[in-house]
């Protein structure tokens, strides 16, 4: 377990730095985005920054709030500063703690497409998870088409697209700069034969927008066409 924790500490190091890449390269014509990974147990979790407003990418384990937090900590980002979490599909690695981050202030960005998978989400914990259900009339549901105005109002240019393939509810945020966040969005050569289209479709739209680089929700940021392995 030491063995892991250390090369997914270095992974994330690696994240961080190709992510300050990033925002040298990103500036805005306001502000620069800042991105920063406050990930653990395998799975990457985005905190983009606009100044001190932010929005955070997908929402921790269940009943592991205690290391969310103690990861913002060590970014010097008070919980407060969060204006929304957005889960890029519900799965209880990517959302198990997005209760925990409401009752904390964290006011949780829905899609509309997505709302049907949250109560679903429980049927894959167990009782030690210690998952708190998501309550489901106090989230922000929006459109597809309503994501870039509501992104401006937190000082981030960008849109949230359906890129469904690996889940029916899946999502990416893609930042006007090149920079998408696309969960676990399956590569296009890992993709079953029965799901091949639907990865291919999310992929070329996330090209056609404009994605140059893929910040993924396990594993490193990569450029869009990197092979896998590569």
């Not at 985005?46 to 955070?56: D, F, K």
């Not at 970014?75 to 979490?85: M, Q, S, T």
Request: charged share 15%; glycine share 10%; net charge negative.
């Amino acid at each position: 377990m030491q063995i892991g924790a250390a090369i997914y500490n270095l992974q994330s190091a690696i994240c961080n730095l190709q992510s300050a890449i990033y925002n040298l390269q990103s500036a805005m014509a306001t502000m620069a985005l800042t991105i920063v990974n406050v990930g653990y147990r395998s799975t990457n979790y985005w905190l983009i920054s606009a100044g001190t407003s932010r929005l955070l990418v997908d929402l921790g384990w269940p009943g592991r709030m205690g290391e969310l937090q103690a990861n913002l900590r060590r970014a010097d980002v008070p919980l407060g500063e969060i204006r929304y979490g957005l889960a890029t599909h519900y799965h209880i690695d990517h959302a198990g703690c997005a209760q925990e981050l409401k009752q904390a202030g964290v006011p949780l960005l829905v899609l509309d497409v997505q709302a049907a998978a949250i109560p679903l989400m429980k049927r894959h914990t167990k009782p030690q998870d210690n998952y708190l259900d998501i309550t489901t009339h106090d989230n922000r549901v929006i459109t597809f088409a309503e994501s870039r105005p509501l992104l401006k109002t937190i000082g981030i240019d960008g849109e949230i697209l359906p890129t469904p393939g690996h889940s029916d509810d899946s999502v990416s945020l893609l930042l006007d700069g090149g920079a998408a966040f696309t969960g676990d969005l399956t590569h296009p050569a890992m993709a079953g034969e029965d799901d091949a289209a639907v990865v291919a479709a999310s992929w070329r739209l996330l090209r056609e927008r404009g994605a140059t680089m893929v910040y993924p929700g396990h594993g490193p940021v990569r450029m869009i066409d990197t092979p896998l392995g590569g």
